[in-house]
């Protein structure tokens, strides 16, 4: 069975995310919450879609600026959803917005979404995903697990064996002294 890392290195999309970001810590809350929202999308998608449309993503949502996405209106809503650049699902863009607004509420509580997610390191992938059904719409099993692999917090972004693997413990990610 072929990993992404036996498929990616040397594809024009899913190269240089293998190789550049996927599995490295992420410590903004802009990039976070980009990375959350392209993760959602991707639910019932290629992750390929996902990279192929991420510029248009970025420029659809304000660069991914969390207040400006929880600010959005019905006339951000509309346009949203007839951005034929992005994923039209009116689930996935009212979970955007939801999501961004509830990463508002966590900034106030914990100073940042990164805080948030460091106040509950380390957790188990099953205890991840009953904490973000708990706190943010539309993350299921699958997407907090992406999710959280491909920020450095739970193992399996990349084989031991891979040239990215050894880049990315350098950089001694979170689930490096994760349970298993």
């Known amino acids: 069975m072929s990993s992404y890392c036996d498929i990616a290195p ?104 990164a805080n948030w997610l460091q106040t509950h390191h380390p957790l188990s992938k099953s205890d991840w995903v009953k904490l973000f059904k708990k706190t943010f719409k539309f993350t299921g099993g699958e997407i907090t697990g992406e999710f959280l692999m491909s920020i450095g917090y739970l193992p399996g972004a990349h084989r031991p064996d891979c040239p990215v693997f050894e880049e990315i413990r350098k950089q001694n990610p979170l689930w490096m002294d994760a349970p298993d």
């Open 10 to 113: 040397g594809h024009p999309f899913h190269g240089p995310y293998h190789d550049k970001a996927y599995g490295f810590p992420v410590l903004g809350d802009r990039p976070l919450f980009e990375r959350l929202i392209l993760e959602i999308n991707q639910a019932g998608l290629s992750w390929l879609t996902i990279l192929k449309k991420q510029e248009n993503f970025r420029e659809a949502y304000d660069q991914f600026d969390i207040e400006a996405v929880a600010n959005y209106g019905e006339a951000e809503r509309s346009r949203l959803l007839s951005d034929a650049g992005i994923i039209r699902n009116r689930l996935k863009v009212d979970a955007a917005i939801h999501n961004a607004q509830t990463i508002l509420a966590l900034q106030e509580s914990h100073g940042s979404f």
